[in-house]
């Protein structure tokens, strides 16, 4: 069972470009999460999808975008990044109740230049 | 509104003594809390939680944690580190009374285990 994928696991990119960074689960998770890190500051919810079909804002949700088509997949796009978007991204996924702990993806590592 | 605060940065510690990594959280309605662990270049997995019943939760590598609902407190200990221990370690609180997964992360505690 591979749990939760990220793709790419790192990429450069030039600021003004648009670049959507893929998560897939095979737990059957219903809730997913897009967090990311920065040193100091812990990990911060960028957004987060209850269920297929539904999304909503986390703590530093401007510049970013979710969909969840399915219960698999998650995507996070950058419409246009910014060097403040570099940053390492974990997606995440859980049973989406309060007393679920989240399984975590490997990262993926953005630098925006 | 809801907040995690881990009270060291760093840790640094010496291969086989005892460590404690402090965490205190701030919510007006009752929590389940998390352990992380994060070691170099991967992502977080679960150390241990506590969801109700007994105070002192057990969990993987020989780490347990303690609530005290008084002092709004979910310490993370080990009575014998090693050098494997060495990773990033994060305290996390169930969000709000909305039954939701969302989790409030502290900033991260490093524990540096010297030999």
């Known amino acids: 069972i591979a749990g939760i994928t990220q793709a790419p696991t790192s990429q450069i990119l030039a600021a003004g470009r648009r670049m959507t960074l893929r998560c897939t689960q095979d737990?059957?998770?219903?809730?997913m999460y897009w967090y990311r890190q920065d040193l100091g500051l812990g990990l911060r919810l960028i957004h987060y999808?209850?269920?297929?079909?539904?999304?909503g804002k986390g703590e530093v949700p401007d510049g970013y975008s979710v969909s969840r088509a399915n219960t698999d997949d998650f995507p996070l796009t950058l419409a246009s990044a910014v060097p403040s978007q570099t940053s390492v991204y974990f997606c995440?996924?859980?049973?989406?109740?309060?007393?679920?702990?989240?399984?975590f993806g490997p990262g993926t590592r953005l630098t925006v230049l | 509104a809801q907040s995690v605060t881990q009270l060291d940065s760093q840790v640094p510690v010496f291969e086989e003594a005892p460590v404690e990594l402090r965490c205190n959280y701030s919510s007006s309605v009752s929590v389940y809390l998390f352990w992380y662990v994060q070691y170099p270049n991967q992502g977080l997995q679960l150390l241990l939680k506590y969801l109700s019943g007994s105070t002192l939760v057990k969990g993987i590598n020989g780490f347990e944690a303690e609530f005290n609902k008084s002092q709004t407190s979910f310490h993370l200990r080990k009575p014998s580190v090693h050098i494997s221990d060495t990773a990033e370690y994060f305290c996390a609180v169930s969000h709000g009374s909305s039954n939701t997964g969302k989790l409030i992360f502290g900033q991260g505690t490093t524990l540096q285990v010297k030999p």
């Open positions: 999808s209850n269920t297929a079909g539904t999304t």
């Open positions: 995440a996924s859980s049973e989406g109740t309060r007393m679920n702990e989240q399984f």
């Open positions: 737990m059957r998770h219903n809730a």
